[in-house]
């Protein structure tokens, strides 16, 4: 149960439901319901009762832990679980040390006795709930409820970077010990594909099931196209591990090529793992940066990275990338010709070992008969002269074409560096 | 109600509800609650049945229409609604149609009699529903429930590409328009801000209370923190324009320099606009190449972008900006002089008439006492002179200082191009 007003506006994106339930699946719990509710106290606890009446053993709520007067989940979840509000002096203590600490170091000055007020509020527990030490200021609950052993709510603050802190001290209480000693650890992989349409892993499925005879039912797989790859997640019980190694088998031997990832790396991982020890320039049209900007996204690629030409003037990339003019004129800006003596460039003024170069038709205008809106021109290169071209089309509208070509010279930078499937040398 | 395992866990993002949801805002309907639940027949049998206990008057579900199997919304409603599904004949011919186009189209063989058979399924509509026409292949439903008029729940595919061209069709049913007939739209206005925190627009909206004696109560303002901005959003009904103007006025009038859109538009689209006929270079560091990726994520940037220079390395601030490396050893990659020269670069390289340098500490390792992790040199200037630097440190994380280092960029933009609050010419 997510609760606040902002998030129900869409004001802000709820990211504890979707983080909350990916720890869920990997304890081998399954989640049934995931409730948004704003600030009201009857939209709160009726969609507590609704939860309860579905045979929930597990309740998690976030938000409206604040000092406020409309931040009420502890009380709700009290008067829900039939459990009265105390104070817990100890957990009070607590907090004031907290508030003092910060009112030190924001040097205000701060009405400490109307602050200590509002804050005795966080620090009232429903009898016989345990309290987890505040991340920020607020404490998160778990409360027991309902009939028999095993049934808890858990409270969590509403910021994830005081939520997510919070998440392995409530899996150590005994409330929630209890609920896990129900259920037994799912284990996971997660692989990851790249050229290859959804539908082929769905009849790949079929094949491992009726050719190869494997009972796939017997463990969870989903596949989901995720920004341009597919992951491919299986899931299984202790006695099913040999099944899940089955079908991950069938899969990869099924698309081996296309299969990048088999523990769950992502492209950007092992693109900025093979890049140690090299230095890379990129000269980018098309993207826009976008690519620059995803290299630099890991720490430590300063050590690797030298930098991107983002040139989008035919000027720009006379001047930056010693394009001529002329071969711009001849064959297009996007053209394969363009692409070649971008990448070449690249290698010379970053000084670099490995370049790759992105132009391309991201539209809406531009696109021509012959070079429609997302042909796209790549030419990826080592000093020694290896080289992968390719100019594909790329479908969708503009943000996809950008996104993509950035994915696709990941791409051709990891068969680069890693040796695989390089043409011949030019 | 959205619809759909692999939202709830996770495997992709929901929008469908916050979509909808601002939809409704608009339209002066409150959302109560949004409820994520997975593929199974009794769970959204049951979520509706507690919307319905909730008193909703409209119910809005996404997802489950497809031909399979497990797409079973459509009944669901139906026998929560209490209404036999009959066969639409029309709708099947409607359907059959697509079908025959996409078959075509996909210039692959197809067992048509298979698929229409499993696509009967989706001309299948609840009794006394209206259906709406499909924008792929799947019928939408508008289908009366409860007790008296006015309460109907929309059914609606699950793909956002589908879900939102049907929906100003599901608007104009009879059966939605007698929900609307009970409501009176709200309007309502958009002002964003930039270099306030969120605690003084609280404070404001108590003065604007207590010293202007405006009824603020009377209108609904929230207020939202989005990537480094302030956005207040002002919603009213007819009868309390007034109330809201005096809101805005009120704001207005107290952070005025830090008020920069009065209409809802974005930072992006106003630098967009203010660019028009301008020629732009950019020089960036640590932001690497985000404010790149930002400025040219607006279709038709290549009218006034030239191009960046992400330089990470000294040899590449050199070669590209022609920065000084004695300059670089002087007073070290991050400092205001390295910016200037910088900026300075990347006007007479693109041949540009404005320029910004972005060059600073994203992390999480490079920070001294002196120059901390999130310290970041700005430098924005016109050809003819005018120049705008400044050096924050940023707080957050390195994707933090990342991001807030191409919005601090974004902003002298804009001051520097409406000619507001320029420093003096160097």
């Not at 679980?81 to 607590?94: N, S």
């Not at 030490?133 to 998160?140: R, S």
């Not at 099944?243 to 523990?263: I, N």
């Amino acid at each position: 149960m997510v609760t606040g007003t902002e998030v129900i506006t869409a004001r802000i994106t709820d990211i504890n439901g979707p983080w909350v339930s990916e720890q869920l699946a990997g304890l081998g719990i399954e989640v049934a319901h995931i409730i948004v509710v704003a600030d009201r106290p009857d939209d709160l606890e009726h969609a507590l009762r609704f939860l309860d009446a579905e045979g929930m053993d597990l309740i998690i709520t976030s938000g409206g832990l604040g000092p406020t007067a409309d931040d009420l989940t502890a009380e709700v979840v009290g008067r829900f679980a039939g459990r009265e509000m105390k104070l817990d002096v100890e957990m009070e203590a607590k907090i004031a040390a907290i508030l003092r600490r910060f009112a030190k170091t924001r040097a205000f000055k701060v009405d400490e006795a109307a602050v200590m007020d509002a804050n005795r509020k966080q620090a009232m527990v429903p009898e016989g709930a345990e309290a987890l030490d505040p991340v920020g200021t607020a404490p998160g609950l778990v409360v027991p409820f309902g009939d028999g052993p095993g049934r808890v709510v858990i409270v969590l603050p509403g910021p994830p970077r005081e939520l997510q802190p919070m998440w392995p001290v409530a899996l150590a209480t005994d409330g929630v010990k209890a609920v896990l000693a129900q259920t037994t650890p799912l284990h996971g992989l997660t692989m990851r594909m790249f050229g290859v349409p959804e539908s082929e892993i769905a009849k790949s499925l079929r094949e491992i099931e009726d050719d190869d005879g494997v009972d796939v039912e017997a463990v969870e797989v989903t596949t989901c196209l995720r920004r341009g790859e597919i992951e491919i997640d299986v899931r299984w019980r202790e006695e099913t591990e040999a099944v899940a190694m089955a079908v991950r088998d069938g899969l990869q031997r099924r698309h081996r090529r296309e299969t990048f990832s088999l523990d769950g790396q992502t492209i950007d991982d092992q693109v900025a793992k093979l890049l140690k020890g090299h230095r890379l320039g990129l000269a980018e049209s098309c993207s826009g940066g976008l690519m620059a900007a995803r290299i630099t996204n890991v720490p430590g690629a300063s050590d690797y990275f030298a930098g991107s030409a983002v040139t989008y003037s035919y000027e720009a990339k006379e001047e930056l990338l010693g394009v001529p003019k002329e071969l711009i004129e001849e064959f297009g800006a996007v053209s394969p010709q363009v692409a070649e003596a971008m990448a070449k460039g690249a290698l010379e003024r970053f000084d670099a070992d490995v370049a790759v170069s992105i132009t391309g038709i991201a539209g809406p205008g531009g696109g021509t008969q012959e070079k429609p809106v997302g042909y796209v021109c790549f030419n990826a290169r080592l000093a020694d002269g290896t080289v992968i071209a390719r100019d594909p089309v790329i479908p969708g509208g503009r943000s996809d074409i950008r996104e993509r070509s950035g994915l696709v010279a990941m791409h051709l930078l990891r068969i680069l560096l890693s040796g695989d499937d390089a043409d011949s040398p030019a």
